[in-house]
């Protein structure tokens, strides 16, 4: 197996994405070692929220969250998931698995974030993410979920389904259309080239095409029983929790109520369904998005 580097020439001029580059290693395990790229921008000493991408999108998602992130005072922190944006890409997809995923970015966030810090997740970043609010809830002050949840087996939806296939089988996978085709707005050419930037060729789409296959939907899958142990934390965690899930995705569906049911820090929380919003809600909504982030920290006495 070979860690892939990112080419960076392949990331100049994107739109509306001018953060700074910052680094850490990460112990890959197997005696593989790589490094994770991730976004820091704001006052060291600011209060942190976490801002976590699913799949196959990267921190570029974020770019239109931060600016009113920043202005209302927060320090803000996105990582690319490991296979993902800028952090190096393992090219075998067998080895990526979930457990590893929330290793990996476990050992960011300890490196990076150590203290207490807010959380805004979304896709497979609500699957390594709550998972970690439901392990560690002291570190977190509050959450807002969108368009994710944390499974535990039963049957999968048709939709699902398909997207699983089509990611494992489809002998064209193109990141940036893939990202078109899930948003109710229209993307430009060039944010089309941004999320397409960090697959070159096929060898780097490894990760991207391993995730679906790994969300713990049916029986006896790996990450099950993990899930289940993280969901008496999750369900107990009493600080503010705020689900807004776009209407116009067709994968997570009703789920955002029913993430909601099962949290206590979600009782009486202003939950919306977000019109015009599709799977990546952070193109479609991201203002709306970043004021529940806002709102919900003020809340929890995190962010003055």
């Not at 296959?213 to 993990?226: A, K, N, S, Y």
């Amino acid at each position: 197996m070979k860690i892939l580097k990112s080419d960076l020439t392949r990331f100049s001029d994107l739109p509306d994405f001018t953060f700074a580059e910052n680094w850490q290693p990460i112990d890959l395990g197997n005696g593989f070692a790589g490094r994770m790229h991730y976004i820091d921008e704001g006052p060291r000493d600011a209060p942190p929220v976490l801002l976590f991408h699913g799949e196959p999108s990267w921190s570029f998602l974020y770019r239109k969250m931060i600016p009113p992130l920043l202005k209302a005072g927060f320090r803000c922190l996105a990582p690319d998931l490991i296979g993902f944006g800028k952090s190096d890409k393992p090219d075998d997809i067998g080895f990526y698995t979930y457990d590893r995923h929330v290793g990996w970015l476990k050992q960011w966030r300890d490196a990076v974030v150590p203290g207490n810090a807010a959380l805004f997740c979304q896709d497979w970043g609500g699957l390594l993410g709550l998972r970690m609010v439901g392990e560690e809830p002291e570190r977190f002050s509050c959450v807002v979920a969108s368009n994710t949840f944390l499974p535990t087996g039963g049957t999968p939806s048709p939709a699902f389904l398909a997207w699983r296939e089509f990611a494992k089988s489809s002998p064209e996978f193109l990141i940036g259309e893939l990202l078109q085709r899930a948003t109710a707005t229209e993307r430009t050419v060039e944010e089309v080239a941004a999320y397409d930037a960090p697959f070159p060729d096929e060898p780097s789409k490894a990760g991207a095409r391993a995730f679906p296959q790994l969300v713990p939907v049916e029986d006896g899958m790996d990450g099950i029983e993990q899930n289940k142990r993280a969901w008496e934390g999750l369900a107990a965690y009493d600080k503010p929790f705020l689900t807004l899930f776009g209407a116009d995705d067709p994968v997570t569906g009703g789920l955002g109520e029913t993430l909601a049911g099962r949290i206590k820090g979600a009782k009486d929380m202003p939950h919306a369904i977000l019109e015009a919003c599709g799977h990546f809600c952070q193109e479609d909504r991201p203002i709306e998005l970043a004021q529940g982030v806002i709102d919900t920290a003020r809340k929890a006495g995190f962010l003055a």
